[in-house]
Structure formats: C-alpha cells, structure tokens
C-alpha cells in the first residue's frame, strides 16, 4: 500500500517550453502533497506545499509563477515548469500524506533536463 | 525542526549489521525521529520513526538514548541493495497549517561491501 506515482519519469525539453509533471498517490487519498527538488549530489529541497484544493504554499525562494502547482484532486497534483531553462534542469520529487496518517510517501521522482 | 548530525559516509560488509548514527542534540519534546533513506536516482523510501522508546520494523532497528539526543538506524543484516544514503530527520507529527514539508539534511552515505 501507499504507493504513489511520479509521471514521466524522465523529460527532455527545449529552453524556454513548459513541462508539466503529474504525481498520484495510486491506493490512497491525499489531503496534502508536497514537491521537492535534487541537484547532482545534493539533498532534497522543499519547494512547496500543495493542499487539495487550494493554493499551494511556496517555500522561500521559489517562484510561484514559474512554477505551477496544481492539487485538483485527492490523488492528483501537477508541477508545471513554465519557461524551462537549462538551470532548472534538476530531480524533481513528490510526496503524499494520506488523509488518515502523518506520514509521507515519495514518488519515483522525475528527471527534468532542459537543453 | 531540530538540525540533525551524521558521518556524511560509512561501509559495512555485506551480511554484517550496519549501524549508522545521528545526533539531535537540540530534540525537542514533542519531535520524533524519522529515518528515510534514497537509493541512486529514486525517491526517499521510509524506514522507521520514534519518539522515545526503541523500535523495530521489517527493515530496521532504531535505538534512541535516553535523553534522546542521539540515536542508530541499525539495519541487522546488510546486503548489497541497502546501499543508498540515509536520511536522520526530526519532526513534529503534525505540525498543521500546512508546514509539514520534510527538511533533509546531507544524510550518510552508507556502502555495503561485497
């Protein structure tokens, strides 16, 4: 159980495109998701924090306009990259937290290369 | 949430018991201790978390001091696929307001050898 699914696992994109990210928790509901980002030998970064239906939470220094998150569903969040440039090149992870539990459970994560 | 310490790399041979260490020295009452680890280009796998009293699941072992300011994820027979770094996280259980996100540290780097 708790299973949760990143999608695509890998994305090549071009300077300047957008990409969109899906995350689903597979056998569970989630109230809140949380995105993070990994560069090369680095730790996980929080980027926000996203609640279903309603607006995510940004952690310091994250552009909220760059990058979209939206929580439509129990299931379902989304991470658009918009305007990708090659220093957003990165691993990008989610979690869930089921609505039951305060645990988080992690996606596969998904490797974001912009050329 | 508390900063935590760990030896940024260990080995350990494959079949022995790896134990890899944390420091929490500024643990807070109510924080619990969390262990994550990731393996190359995966996300973070949970393992095992407490609050006081010591702790053992299918995967691990977790051993908190007394006064809790340290704790070791003891994993009792290592293989060559629990290579990955380790994750000592600690938390408030719920912190509510949506300030949940986890804050990873550098983690230790664990290598089991053949």
């Known amino acids: 159980g708790a299973v949760v699914s990143q999608h695509p696992s890998r994305v090549i994109c071009k300077s300047g495109t957008s990409v969109k990210i899906e995350c689903r928790s597979l056998?569970?509901?989630?109230?809140?998701m949380f995105w993070y980002r990994q560069f090369p030998k680095k730790s996980l970064m929080l980027m926000a924090t996203s609640n279903e239906g309603s607006k995510a939470t940004y952690e310091q220094g994250v552009e909220k306009d760059k990058f979209l998150i939206n929580h439509a569903s129990l299931t379902l969040s989304t991470l658009t990259v918009t305007s990708a440039h090659p220093e957003d090149s990165s691993f990008y992870i989610c979690?869930?937290?089921?609505?039951?539990?305060?645990?988080?459970?992690f996606g596969p994560g998904t490797r974001l290369t912009v050329t | 949430d508390a900063k935590t310490t760990q030896p940024p790399s260990m080995d350990c041979a494959e079949g022995r018991a790896a134990n890899l260490p944390c420091n929490h020295s500024?643990?807070?009452?109510?924080?619990?201790v969390y262990w994550y680890r990731q393996i190359h280009s995966q996300g973070p796998q949970y393992i095992i978390h407490?609050?006081?009293n010591n702790e053992t699941n299918e995967m691990a072992s977790l051993i908190i001091t007394e006064d809790r300011k340290s704790s070791t994820l003891i994993l009792p027979h290592a293989t060559l696929r629990d290579t990955a770094v380790y994750y000592c996280?600690?938390?408030?259980?719920?912190?509510?307001?949506?300030?949940?996100?986890?804050?990873f540290g550098k983690g230790t780097h664990l290598i089991i050898q053949p």
């Open positions: 407490g609050l006081k």
């Open positions: 996280i600690v938390r408030v259980l719920f912190s509510g307001g949506g300030a949940d996100g986890l804050t």
């Open positions: 500024t643990i807070s009452g109510n924080e619990y």
């Open positions: 979690s869930a937290r089921p609505q039951t539990g305060y645990e988080q459970y």
């Open positions: 056998d569970f509901q989630a109230t809140t």
